[in-house]
């Protein structure tokens, strides 16, 4: 499922490939889509930039016109010469947009919506998103706080919360509470100062490490191996997440997971390294 960093990966890409061209094509399957299309005109308008912002996508177009995508569970961009085969079905196609030297293309979108500046401001679930862990400037002190603004949630759901911080998805849920000890079904205020902070800068360092110039830029923009462990066996490239039963890899008890939050999303957990009651400076090093 794409989390910050992949989102981060496929604007960065978009970018580099369509930024400063113009739209000689568009085409959609989304009647909303379509329709600001027939009335507003996207063929000929200038791709400005394409930026990330936690899960969410930004392509800005001149004359103040927003294409805003969530790619939820199983969207993917791609990006290809004009001539080239797709990688995916036709069918999958939901937005297409060529310039002279490439196509862009959303496959199985679910959400695409054009927008202005001002409508974008006022879109829900997109204008009270908390801070972007892979932005520039971020404050960890400021992101700290905003998980403690919640003290009966679960420390799980609260990373998974985007109003609070944006960008974490369900598998850096477990990895970052594995390396920092933290027991995901903690309420927010068992966890001590340093704990939070610690699950802050954790979270901000691997969606970092998995954002960087090396991890990936590839015509599928969902590609490459995330890797929170430090390791390079891709055997062995996640500490606890999709691991149910196997040994912990720092103390070799079986990985647990369950339910969890409102959403039902499955955490994964180690019951030794991450017990529920907090142990006194039990903090592990997030590279292993």
């Known amino acids: 499922m794409p989390e910050g960093d992949t989102i981060f990966r496929a604007a960065r890409t978009l970018h580099r490939a369509l930024a400063g061209h113009t739209v000689t094509k568009f085409e959609s399957v989304l009647p909303k889509l379509s329709r ?3 009335d507003s005109g996207i063929v000929g ?3 400005e930039k394409v930026e990330a912002d936690g899960k969410w996508m930004l392509m800005h177009f001149s004359g103040d016109l927003i ?4 790619m939820l569970m199983s969207g993917s961009w791609h990006i290809y010469r004009p001539d080239e085969r797709w990688q995916r079905r036709p069918v999958d196609m939901r937005v297409l947009i060529e310039t002279g030297t490439f196509v862009a293309v959303g496959f ?3 959400v695409a919506e054009f927008h202005t500046a001002q409508s974008l401001a006022r879109r829900p679930g997109f204008n009270k998103l908390g801070p972007s862990l892979l932005a520039e400037e971020f404050d960890e002190a400021d992101a700290a706080a905003r998980l403690r ?4 949630a679960e420390i799980g759901v609260a990373l998974l919360t985007q109003s609070l911080l944006a960008g974490i998805g369900n598998v850096y849920k477990s990895e970052v509470c594995f390396a920092c000890g933290v027991n995901p079904f903690r309420l927010v205020s068992t966890l001590r100062k340093d704990e939070i902070e610690g699950l802050v800068s954790t979270a901000r360092k691997f969606l970092l490490a998995n954002a960087t110039e090396g991890s990936g830029d590839h015509i599928v923009t969902y590609a490459g191996m995330r890797r929170t462990t430090g390791r390079s066996d891709p055997d ?8 149910r039963g196997e040994p912990c890899r720092r103390c070799g008890a079986a990985i647990e997971s369950r339910k969890q939050g409102m959403d039902a999303r499955t955490t994964f957990w180690c019951p030794t390294c991450q017990p529920m009651q907090a142990v006194a400076a039990q903090r592990f090093s997030a590279a292993g």
């Open 149 to 152: 603004s919640q003290p009966e």
């Open 236 to 243: 062995a490239n996640l500490w606890v997440y999709h691991r």
């Open 108 to 110: 199985n979108v679910p």
């Open 67 to 70: 294409l805003l995508t969530h």
């Open 36 to 38: 600001v299309d027939v």
């Open 45 to 47: 308008r200038t791709i």
